[in-house]
């Protein structure tokens, strides 16, 4: 410790306080003139003295008695009296202060909290690097259709793995009219809506809750995937309703780049209102290589469906399965007889007058059969190549054939042949098996192939004569002969 007679208070560690020269008894002050922090010491024992130092006693010696620095403390401190009636410097409350944490052990405690810091960002680095390779922003824009990877209409990108909630642009529109027919045969806009059409009425919402099948095709090697991502479909079966949409479904989800919904869920006829978001979470969960497709038979039927699939996507492919629409309607009233046992004769609900031949077309068995009226929305938003059109018959004597075209128009290698095939005698199908010939083979259910109701062949003939003039026209349009006549 330091001595007063020198004109100086020296400290232990080294630090040199100047004499300060003050005029106040009360607010005396021992600077640290030499010591960059500039602390402050007060001077103890000032109060308690009988007679404070005068002006003279600190320009002569400084302080007087003993000056012992007890220890250094910042500007702020009381002056406490001594215990041998010197004049010591203390700090400010130092016996009530905890005591001081050693430059050891504080140091020790900084190097544990910056560990655990710096582990918890590098957990958390690589869990979000983990996430971004799998839900990477281009992604979905690269796979909104198998042929090409680049779309004018990008959907909105994962954040943290969790979509964005966001409105998507509108997608020019690929606009293309109908080509050149030399039928005279003109369908009027109001032939377009019948009394059984599927349009909701707006502010209304049909209740339909579809989930996602658990379990794919046995036969399909990426069966129930838990990785990948759910994207809007590349690929989608718009109809038509008793055409063979439930069967060309099956049979190309056996390829392994297919992920297919296995329910329908009729999301541009009935749930539009509820947003891309819900229809892209019913999809399942597919990788970059594999293409989204899903059935819906009654979007072919629906006036705003080709709209608002092409406000979508306006490059999503489109597939058509088609059916002679004589025994299209048949087998439609069959359907419905094995539901509702009650319903009036297919001859009432087919003919407005029996004897003059008068078809009902406001009958959705009979509207849904003139392909070529409900073809027109369609081309005005998606070129006819965009559009591929299956055969029902042919589906049924060579689903192998069928097939290979449909793998060729979505650009996928022929995997599906005739060793996945067998024909069923008793349901009048084909059914799926096993190309190696293990496990039982699949049909499709028991609602699929059943015996149509017998019909008067003159009403069959009658039928035949209404719709000639509408399938030649649609044979000219697709420029594909379907030999119904």
């Given at each position: 410790?330091?001595?007063?007679?020198?004109?100086?208070?020296?400290?232990?560690?080294?630090?040199?306080?100047?004499?300060?020269?003050?005029?106040?008894?009360?607010?005396?002050?021992?600077?640290?003139?030499?010591?960059?922090?500039?602390?402050?010491?007060?001077?103890?024992?000032?109060?308690?003295?009988?007679?404070?130092?005068?002006?003279?006693?600190?320009?002569?010696?400084?302080?007087?008695?003993?000056?012992?620095?007890?220890?250094?403390?910042?500007?702020?401190?009381?002056?406490?009296?001594?215990?041998?009636?010197?004049?010591?410097?203390?700090?400010?409350?130092?016996?009530?202060?905890?005591?001081?944490?050693?430059?050891?052990?504080?140091?020790?405690?900084?190097?544990?909290?910056?560990?655990?810091?710096?582990?918890?960002?590098?957990?958390?680095?690589?869990?979000?690097?983990?996430?971004?390779?799998?839900?990477?922003?281009?992604?979905?824009?690269?796979?909104?259709?198998?042929?090409?990877?680049?779309?004018?209409?990008?959907?909105?990108?994962?954040?943290?793995?969790?979509?964005?909630?966001?409105?998507?642009?509108?997608?020019?529109?690929?606009?293309?009219?109908?080509?050149?027919?030399?039928?005279?045969?003109?369908?009027?806009?109001?032939?377009?809506?019948?009394?059984?059409?599927?349009?909701?009425?707006?502010?209304?919402?049909?209740?339909?809750?579809?989930?996602?099948?658990?379990?794919s095709s046995p036969w399909n090697c990426t069966a129930t995937p838990r990785y990948g991502q759910k994207s809007l479909p590349q690929a989608i079966i718009v109809g038509v309703k008793k055409g063979g949409t439930r069967a060309v479904l099956e049979f190309i989800r056996v390829h392994p780049q297919v992920r297919a919904m296995g329910t329908e869920p009729h999301f541009f006829d009935r749930n539009y209102e509820r947003g891309l978001d819900w229809y892209r979470n019913l999809m399942p969960r597919s990788l970059e290589q594999q293409i989204t497709v899903e059935k819906t038979p009654s979007y072919f039927v629906t006036r705003d469906a080709p709209r608002r699939i092409a406000y979508m996507s306006p490059r999503v492919k489109l597939i058509v399965v088609v059916r002679n629409p004589v025994t299209r309607a048949i087998s439609d009233y069959t359907q419905t007889l094995s539901k509702k046992p009650d319903i009036p004769s297919f001859n009432e609900l087919a003919f407005r007058n029996r004897t003059s031949g008068e078809v009902d077309t406001a009958w959705n068995a009979i509207r849904i059969g003139l392909y070529a009226l409900h073809l027109q929305p369609w081309l005005s938003h998606f070129p006819i190549s965009q559009m591929h059109f299956v055969s029902g018959e042919r589906l049924i004597i060579d689903p192998a054939g069928e097939m290979a075209r449909v793998q060729d128009f979505l650009g996928l290698k022929r995997l599906v042949n005739d060793k996945h095939f067998y024909f069923n005698k008793t349901k009048g199908f084909p059914c799926l098996k096993k190309p190696g010939g293990g496990g039982a083979p699949r049909c499709l259910g028991k609602s699929k192939g059943r015996t149509h109701v017998q019909i008067n062949p003159e009403d069959i003939e009658q039928l035949r004569d209404f719709y000639r003039p509408h399938n030649i026209k649609f044979y000219e349009t697709v420029g594909q002969d379907f030999h119904w006549e």
């Open positions: 410790m330091g001595s007063a007679d020198n004109g100086q208070c020296r400290g232990g560690s080294g630090i040199t306080q100047t004499r300060t020269l003050g005029l106040s008894p009360v607010v005396s002050l021992i600077s640290a003139a030499c010591s960059p922090q500039r602390e402050v010491y007060k001077v103890r024992g000032w109060r308690e003295a009988q007679s404070p130092p005068s002006p003279a006693d600190l320009r002569q010696g400084g302080v007087p008695g003993n000056c012992q620095l007890v220890s250094a403390a910042p500007a702020g401190t009381v002056a406490h009296a001594g215990a041998r009636g010197g004049h010591d410097v203390a700090p400010m409350y130092k016996s009530s202060m905890a005591p001081r944490l050693s430059p050891r052990r504080a140091r020790r405690y900084l190097f544990i909290c910056t560990l655990c810091l710096s582990c918890t960002l590098l957990c958390y680095n690589l869990i979000l690097r983990s996430q971004s390779s799998m839900n990477s922003p281009g992604e979905q824009s690269s796979r909104n259709s198998p042929g090409d990877h680049h779309l004018s209409c990008p959907l909105p990108p994962l954040v943290g793995s969790k979509k964005l909630l966001q409105k998507i642009p509108p997608c020019p529109h690929s606009a293309s009219t109908a080509p050149p027919s030399s039928t005279p045969l003109t369908y009027p806009p109001s032939d377009l809506q019948g009394k059984d059409r599927t349009e909701p009425t707006p502010g209304t919402r049909t209740p339909s809750n579809p989930t996602e099948q658990p379990t």
